[in-house]
């Protein structure tokens, strides 16, 4: 007999086994039980005492011996609509403290301020939050935009990242290193971007949106570092506003 759907009911391989040999043997003891199902009798008791709770087996005691039954087959149903209830009524538990719990969340998420990022996937990670909430009513800021030393995933990443900046008609205020003129042509071209260039050359990029600040060290394998408090981003965008000033077109 395949056995599957009462595992997935929740009974265990032993609790199958009892219940099955005593729809099989009828009204018996223990130690005929272990024989049949193939049960260690250190075990029977506790198995036997778990399908009580669950309404699948009974016993009688007759002349000081205990004599087992196993209940009907559609007692199993009983079970099931039992375990539905229990299972509403756990649901309605958790909806009822699901604002605490998400109030939690929302402090632990304030407390982290800082991420950190490893390799070009990490990179990728770093910005997944900051791309869910682009809109057009915030501009995006990068400045130390260079080429790193993976060039091409480096350019392949940034290039990706202002496609979905111009799928959202953000402006963007960008300050090129010198050294990368040429290489993110189609930002550089953009009605979108705003561009300038400095002739100071760093591995590190820094962007900043809304309260996000990355910065993204570009060496061969990137070290991203992840930041969101409005504080810090304000800070970052002043020294923005700087270089801007320094910076030539």
């Known amino acids: 007999m395949d056995t599957k759907a009462l595992e997935r009911i929740g009974l265990t391989k ?17 130690g005929k039980i272990v024989d049949e199902a ?19 087996v009974s016993h009688i005691i007759r002349n000081a011996t205990k004599y087992f039954s196993a209940a009907s087959p559609k007692n199993i149903l009983e079970y099931l609509n ?4 229990e299972i509403e009524q756990e649901k309605k538990a958790v909806i009822d403290i699901l ?23 990490g990179l990728e990670s770093a910005f997944t939050a900051m791309i869910k909430e682009f809109n057009s009513k915030d501009d995006y800021y ?18 990706k990242l202002h496609k ?32 300038r260039y400095l002739q100071h050359s760093t591995p590190t990029a820094i962007n900043i949106y809304k309260d996000y600040v990355i910065l993204a060290i570009l060496t061969e394998e990137p070290i991203t570092i992840l930041i969101k ?17 320094q910076a030539k077109k």
């Open 99 to 121: 604002p605490l719990l998400l109030q939690q969340e929302t402090l632990a998420q304030n407390s982290k301020i800082a991420e950190i990022f490893i390799g070009f996937r």
């Open 164 to 195: 979905k900046r111009t799928e959202n008609k953000i402006t963007s205020w960008i300050i090129f290193n010198e050294s990368s003129r040429g290489l993110f042509k189609s930002q550089e071209k953009s009605k979108y971007v705003k561009s």
């Open 14 to 30: 032993s609790e199958i086994a009892v219940y099955l040999a005593l729809l099989k043997l009828g009204q018996t003891t223990a």
């Open 38 to 56: 193939k049960v260690t009798r250190s075990k029977i008791y506790d198995i036997l005492e778990r399908l009580k709770n669950k309404g699948l």
């Open 229 to 245: 408090k409005q504080e810090v981003a304000n800070s970052f965008k002043e020294y923005f506003n700087t270089m801007w000033k």
């Open 142 to 159: 990068a400045f130390g935009a260079g080429k790193g030393e993976n060039i091409k995933q480096v350019q392949q990443f940034f290039t």
């Open 82 to 85: 039992e375990k539905e209830k």
